[in-house]
């Protein structure tokens, strides 16, 4: 019976967490600067979040709709909600893409709308995205953009403009590229939606876009960026995954939609203290369910690991060799679970150099987990 019992004991154990996983990373070889350009978000206001550094902002509609809606109403432009959110992402160093609303509706007013606009931010704006409603009709908005463009292009300020700012499978993304191409239109940057429901959608939707870029003939090439992406269908692993597969694409920014994106918002916080030397990271799990990053930062490494399901448990074995030289090395292990905004430290501890160096972990579906090691 103590036998009987002490099997099924075991194969509970077992059967509670995945196999173990191997994961070997080479300090010595450089595959690169790891890329900023994901460390965007979407928001109304010039408040930034203070847990992030953030590279782009797409800001708007509602500081520009603000200021039209006074105008609409009989009086002067409104302008200080706008300015006030321009000059503290001025400040911060922040990329601004700026979002004029297109109205589905017929608009006299249309092009003093845009031109004003445009004459009073000036330079404090890298890009002016014609925005398309969800629902707007589709011939309309390519007018709208068309006599937006032209009106915005006779100002003389070399300002860029894009859009749609659509959904990257609908029509409008096609359409407008199309439209830019045959009427050659001024259309710096072509702008997209993602709700992330898979790993591979952020990096699909830039593969359909490049594609449709190369298919129309355009004086030249428009720069691609993502200005809003969501992963409210899936978990942080699968949000730190689809921004990990689009670190190889030349997209010019990905803007989170916004910090109550649970998923998203802890994938980027995740991803956070990522700025150095990319290391090459070799990850040997028979589950194929680990994914994971490292980078070398002058005497540091720091290896980010995140399981691919919510509900998984696999002990890892993670192998450090060509360690930057140093008689003693600190080893740190941190955390960061879906509710938490910053990475928590579980234990640390001191140890002798040695070529190579291991560390064992429990990698959870829960958390991502941080290995650093600091070379004394």
């Known amino acids: 019976v103590f036998l009987f019992a002490f099997l099924i004991l075991n194969f509970s154990l077992a059967s509670a967490q995945d196999r173990p996983a191997r994961v070997q990373l080479d300090c010595r070889e450089g595959i690169g600067l790891l890329p900023n350009m994901w460390r965007g978000m979407t928001l109304q206001t010039g408040d930034l979040p203070e847990q992030m550094t953030l590279r782009t902002v797409s800001l708007g509609p509602e500081p520009v709709s603000h200021a039209w809606t006074m105008w609409r109403r009989g009086g002067s432009y409104d302008w200080k909600p706008l300015d006030r959110a321009l000059d503290q992402l001025q400040a911060r160093r922040v990329e601004v893409v700026l979002v004029l609303p297109v109205s589905q509706y017929e608009d006299v007013h249309w092009t003093e709308l845009v031109t004003e606009t445009v004459r009073h931010v000036g330079k404090r704006v890298s890009l002016f995205e014609f925005r398309a409603s969800d629902n707007a009709d589709l011939e309309r908005y390519l007018e709208y953009y068309e006599t937006g463009v032209w009106a915005v292009h006779q100002l003389g300020l070399n300002v860029h403009v894009g859009g749609p700012g659509l959904d990257w499978a609908s029509e409008g993304v096609e359409a407008l590229i199309r439209r830019s191409s045959e009427r050659n239109l001024p259309f710096h940057t072509v702008t997209w939606q993602v709700s992330v429901q898979d790993a591979d959608d952020l990096r699909r939707s830039i593969d359909v876009v490049s594609q449709l870029t190369n298919q129309y003939p355009l004086d030249r090439m428009p720069n691609h960026l993502i200005t809003r992406w969501d992963a409210e269908q899936s978990d942080f692993g699968v949000g730190m995954s689809a921004l990990m597969r689009v670190m190889t694409t030349d997209v010019r920014a990905i803007c989170l939609a916004d910090t109550t994106d649970v998923a998203g918002w802890t994938a980027m916080k995740g991803l956070n203290p990522l700025s150095g030397v990319r290391l090459p990271v070799v990850i040997q799990a028979p589950d194929g369910d680990v994914s994971g990053v490292a980078q070398l930062d002058h005497d540091t490494v720091l290896a980010i690991f995140w399981h691919a399901r919510e509900d998984g448990k696999t002990p ?61």
């Open 316 to 376: 890892i074995t993670l192998t450090f060799s060509g360690l930057p030289l140093g008689d003693r090395v600190r080893v740190e292990q941190l955390r960061l679970t879906g509710e938490n905004d910053h990475l928590k430290p579980v234990f640390s501890e001191t140890r002798p150099t040695s070529e190579p160096m291991s560390v064992d972990f429990v990698l959870t579906g829960d958390a991502v987990t941080a290995v650093r090691l600091v070379v004394e």
